[in-house]
């Protein structure tokens, strides 16, 4: 059996400016995803800073506006805390002191009342021997969600604490 293999679609500057507005105009897109998409349209790093420069100047793609609705979406609707976000968004190339200032909208007090909510419905499904396990098994569960050490410690002590399973100590 013979496999076909497609040959890579490639696009002229205009062609890939058009998509990128049609694109942009449909949903948010960072300056990190349309230089991957131009990539992968076969661009110059040239051509691409042209096109990216021009959906810039017209307003189709803000990275500021593009980490404020991330942070937003990943926050409120995926229930994830700051260092998860951080680190996705630095993985969409966005500058540092913009993802500073999307995130700097975290109300602390929301974000520690979300981690409780996350940590009071995880506990419940969670299996445990002892209050030093569940309190790891949690722990480990709050850090993963990508919020402060801090932040999920005293969750997780206030949900055992209400429990009446306290644990002062490391050892089972």
Same mark, same amino acid.
């Given at each position: 059996?013979?496999?076909?293999?497609?040959?890579?679609?490639?696009k002229?500057p205009?062609?890939?400016?058009?998509?990128?507005?049609?694109?942009?105009?449909?949903?948010?897109?960072?300056?990190?995803?349309?230089?991957?998409?131009?990539?992968?349209?076969?661009?110059? @790093?040239?051509?691409?800073?042209?096109?990216?420069?021009?959906?810039?100047?017209?307003?189709?793609?803000?990275?500021?506006?593009?980490?404020?609705?991330?942070?937003?979406?990943?926050?409120?609707?995926?229930?994830?805390?700051?260092?998860?976000?951080?680190?996705?968004?630095?993985r969409?190339?966005?500058?540092?002191?913009?993802?500073?200032?999307?995130?700097?909208?975290?109300?602390?007090?929301?974000?520690?009342?979300?981690?409780?909510?996350?940590?009071?419905?995880?506990?419940?499904?969670?299996?445990?021997?002892?209050?030093?396990?569940?309190?790891t098994?949690?722990?480990?569960?709050?850090?993963?969600?990508?919020?402060?050490?801090?932040?999920?410690?005293?969750?997780?002590?206030?949900?055992?604490?209400?429990?009446?399973?306290?644990?002062?100590?490391f050892? @089972?």
């Open positions: 059996m013979e496999s076909t293999i497609k040959p890579k679609r490639t002229t205009e062609q890939a400016l058009h998509a990128l507005m049609r694109l942009c105009a449909r949903a948010e897109k960072s300056s990190g995803d349309a230089r991957r998409l131009m990539r992968g349209w076969g661009l110059s @790093p040239t051509e691409a800073e042209q096109v990216l420069q021009r959906l810039t100047s017209e307003r189709f793609i803000d990275d500021s506006r593009y980490a404020s609705a991330f942070v937003r979406e990943k926050c409120h609707l995926s229930g994830w805390g700051s260092y998860k976000i951080r680190a996705a968004l630095a969409k190339e966005i500058d540092r002191a913009l993802i500073d200032e999307a995130l700097s909208a975290i109300d602390p007090a929301e974000n520690s009342r979300r981690i409780a909510e996350q940590i009071a419905r995880k506990a419940r499904s969670t299996k445990a021997e002892s209050a030093y396990e569940l309190r098994k949690l722990m480990r569960y709050g850090l993963s969600r990508g919020f402060e050490f801090d932040t999920v410690s005293q969750a997780v002590d206030q949900y055992l604490k209400n429990q009446n399973q306290e644990c002062d100590t050892f @089972p």
